[in-house]
């Protein structure tokens, strides 16, 4: 088995509550959803957003046959009306789209997408569309914490179009599904090969002893597979994030280990002494100051990591997203998608609690945010300057924990990357190509380029000009009559050649999430607000 430090690890990041432990969400049904692929597809009149940091051009008519773009062919200019011996020709029995007016981009890739969670009461189906009603088509599913066999059956479904779901990549937890402790070099090199055998595509480690580490890396580049790791404060004071790139790691998930590479007058975090990482508004609050503890931007040792993980072509997948609400709670708990889409069960797992990962609310308050707000500032500055250096840095939501809600969280992920101060242009390209350059899987997804998948986003507002057009509840915009709308949300997502109207998806979303609240009598209260029931008698 393995051991207890490492069934907390798990526990502690990947599992909804003690009590759930081992258990996996209820499967994906058979497709019920999309149309296709077709013999020939043609999206007519786009403007395009390649996913490779090019500007938009268009109009712009893009063939597809099966799952395959065949021809990108720009058919005229802004305002002038197309004309028809300029485009490509139909096929007799085509699908056509209208999309003059319209934006198209590259499929999303969610580099940090769990599958759901048993305790938080978030299915399959239910994770699978909120994913495709925002566009993302490609997700890596860090930890396989519903089981590498459940995983891949719906990695297999998925690739056959048997269930409406985005294309999955299954990186393992490292000692999942050993029947012993991993404690050797040797031990750690056999469970790697056994996990290639059994077909994962990587392994994600939160840390462990620094031989096994190099020993577990080691083979897993010689068998070509990815890595990820989440350096848990239980196993980083071992190995940093320099550390680990140096033996072989190809993506950091979150930031942790990365500030303690930056230590210059310390070894460990600057623990209180009455720390207990059991209790989980110490592990959050005081990782709220952990970069304030780092060498400082521009420093020698600031300039010495950076050069090094940029030598190593290493990946940065931050997820700012999933710790938004340490910086300001109120904003994610009263996020307006919550009302409609957020399963009943999973909004009681957000609630404070001592026991469900990520409920850390024991009593948060302004101190605590500010420090997350400083925290936010130097985590970003490195982010960007990274990126700015030639580095590589992807987009990752790990929704279902901490008031973050699968597909809109993404999004929410999108915005914060521009806050640290990418381009809308290297934003979208973080969500596109960077994710499918880090999963090795370039020369398929993650542009819009002749000879790729047909995966693909179709929305009506630019999303440049507001990133919000592409949340599922669209912008607020006011109208030149002083009428407030909603605008954008995307229209269709194509996956693998398949054509998906997205609002649908987000309308079957709601009607779960409608019907769990009638079976239950449910209503959503915000944490202590819930009236208590009248005494009897």
């Not at 049904?29 to 268009?58: C, L, S, V």
């Not at 096929?91 to 999303?108: R, T």
């Amino acid at each position: 088995m393995i051991s207890s430090r490492y069934l907390f690890l798990l526990w502690i990041c990947l599992f909804v509550s003690l009590q759930v432990f081992g258990q996996q969400v209820l499967k994906a049904p058979d497709r019920n959803e999309g149309e296709g692929p077709y013999d020939q597809m043609i999206i007519r009149g786009a403007t395009m957003i390649n996913g490779t940091g090019a500007p938009p051009i268009g109009p712009v008519d893009i063939v597809i046959e099966k799952n395959i773009i065949k021809s990108i062919k720009v058919v005229g200019q802004p305002g002038v009306p197309i004309k028809d011996d300029n485009r490509p020709v139909a096929s007799p029995g085509s699908k056509e789209i209208d999309a003059h007016g319209m934006y198209v981009l590259p499929g999303f890739v969610d580099m940090h997408g769990h599958i759901g969670g048993a305790s938080q009461g978030a299915h399959a189906e239910y994770v699978f569309k909120l994913w495709m009603s925002h566009g993302i088509t490609t997700i890596r599913d860090p930890s396989c914490s519903n089981g590498l066999d459940w995983v891949l059956e719906h990695k297999r479904k998925s690739e056959k179009n048997e269930i409406t779901a985005p294309r999955i990549l299954a990186y393992t937890a490292f000692g999942q599904g050993s029947s012993e402790t991993i404690s050797t070099p040797e031990m750690a090199r056999e469970w790697v090969r056994n996990n290639a055998k059994n077909g994962a595509d990587g392994i994600k480690f939160f840390g462990t002893r620094p031989d096994i580490m190099a020993a577990a890396l080691d083979e897993n580049k010689k068998l070509g597979l990815r890595s990820a790791c989440h350096h848990a404060q239980m196993d980083v004071a071992w190995l940093n994030v320099a550390q680990t790139a140096e033996m072989g790691l190809t993506t950091m998930e979150h930031w942790y280990g990365l500030p303690e590479a930056l230590f210059t007058n310390q070894t460990i975090q600057d623990y209180p002494l009455d720390y207990n990482y059991m209790n989980e508004q110490h592990r959050f609050k005081e990782a709220g100051r952990l970069w304030q503890q780092a060498a400082k931007p521009g420093s020698e040792k600031w300039e010495q990591v950076m050069c090094q993980l940029l030598a190593l072509d290493f990946t940065l997948d931050p997820t700012f997203n999933i710790y938004e609400a340490s910086r300001d709670l109120m904003r994610a708990r009263r996020a307006e998608w919550h009302e409609e889409y957020t399963m009943p069960s999973l909004w009681e797992f957000y609630q404070p609690s001592k026991i469900s990962h990520g409920s850390y609310w024991h009593y948060w308050g302004t101190e605590e945010e500010i420090d997350w707000k400083n925290n936010y500032r130097l985590w970003m500055q490195f982010v960007n300057e990274y990126k700015n250096r030639g580095g590589r840095v992807t987009a990752g939501s790990d929704s279902g924990f901490i008031f973050q809600l699968y597909g809109f969280a993404y999004i929410r992920e999108l915005e914060l990357l521009r806050e640290a101060g990418f381009h809308p242009l290297e934003v979208l390209r973080a969500a596109t190509l960077k994710g499918a350059e880090a999963l090795g899987m370039a020369d398929r997804i993650g542009s819009i380029e002749v000879g790729k998948l047909a995966d693909l986003v179709i929305l009506e507002e630019n999303p440049m000009v507001n990133l919000k057009s592409l949340y599922g509840t669209g912008a607020i915009k006011l109208t030149a009559d002083n009428e407030v709308v909603r605008v954008g949300g995307i229209k269709h997502t194509i996956k693998d050649g398949v054509l998906f109207d997205a609002q649908q998806l987000l309308q079957d979303v709601k009607n779960m999430v409608d019907k769990a609240k009638e079976e239950q009598d449910y209503k959503i209260y915000q944490p202590g607000m819930k009236p208590k029931p009248e005494p009897e008698g």
